[in-house]
């Protein structure tokens, strides 16, 4: 529900308030739980780690994914993501000497090709300015799951996206008063309510339980669920959005949900 709740942000904030006020909004309930639990600092060995996470999840994914929707459908934007856990896959092979098998490659390699040509029939054989930023923003995003995934392994997921708000607030209150003064809002029901979700539910809750569940099956096998989002993007964006959705979407979400199938039952 992260890109229809966003769309429904967009129609009372500006594109800079609204990803600013999320992130501090996420960082005051996380702040309140590490301060209810009197969780500890982390260790110096890891702020490079949560920085990571920080510039990718909590500031880089949120700010380019919104910056593409005020000229993209959700629909469109939902399926351009779709090449998230390839990217999430090949940067943790990178990083940390993930080896998935041949057939997991196949499959990753298969949806990510289908969610390109997609890319390229929906937009005329041309690269739009909003498909630029999200192709920023997989890569960005791909880098704080993977670090974020490694650091899950070592401390509870929740403090991982925790102590990332929590360090982001030194840049995000100035960053949500400047905001504010330069794009004033005028809040709606929908607005608010977009708002509410982005903060609490995709930028806090939502990481929670994905970074936890990448250290339990690990980071490549856990990325390629995430195909799945396409198409449950596509399915909420028609009912609270209302978009109109070309068959081409549909049999594109379709295909990558047996990618999805296919890299599960693989050697991860």
């Known amino acids: 529900m992260t890109f229809p709740a966003t769309a429904w942000g967009l129609q009372g904030f500006g594109p800079w308030s609204l990803v600013a006020v999320r992130s501090v909004l996420a960082a005051l309930i996380a702040g309140g739980c590490l301060l209810a639990l009197r969780v500890p600092l982390p260790a110096r060995r890891h702020w490079a780690g949560l920085a990571v996470v920080a510039a990718g999840v909590v500031v880089g994914f949120p700010l380019l994914t919104t910056l593409a929707l005020r000229t993209s459908s959700t629909a469109h ?26 057939t997991f490659w196949a499959a990753a390699l298969a949806g990510a ?16 300015t909003a498909d630029l930023y999200l192709f920023g923003a997989l890569l960005v995003c791909a880098a704080g799951y993977t670090e ?12 991982v996206i925790g102590w990332a708000l929590v360090f982001c607030l030194p840049l995000t209150v100035p960053g949500a008063a400047l905001a504010l003064a330069h794009e004033p809002a ?28 990448m250290a339990v099956i690990g980071i490549p096998k856990a990325s390629q669920l995430q195909l799945a989002q396409p198409l449950l993007t596509l399915v909420w964006s028609v009912l609270l959005l209302g978009e109109h959705l070309t068959p081409a979407a549909p049999l594109t979400a379709a295909a990558v949900l047996v990618c999805i199938a296919v890299t599960q039952r693989a050697r991860g």
């Open 113 to 128: 090709a289908a969610v390109m040509a997609f890319t390229v029939q929906q937009s005329g054989g041309a690269l739009t």
């Open 186 to 213: 005028h809040p709606t029901a929908h607005s608010v309510a977009g708002l509410l979700w982005v903060a609490a539910g995709s930028q806090f809750l939502g990481l929670v339980v994905w970074y936890r569940g």
């Open 77 to 102: 934007a939902a399926v351009v993501v779709g090449l998230l856990p390839l990217t999430t896959a090949s940067l943790s092979a990178l990083r940390m000497g993930a080896r998935p098998s041949r």
């Open 148 to 159: 974020g995934g490694r650091l899950a392994r070592v401390m509870p997921g929740w403090q």
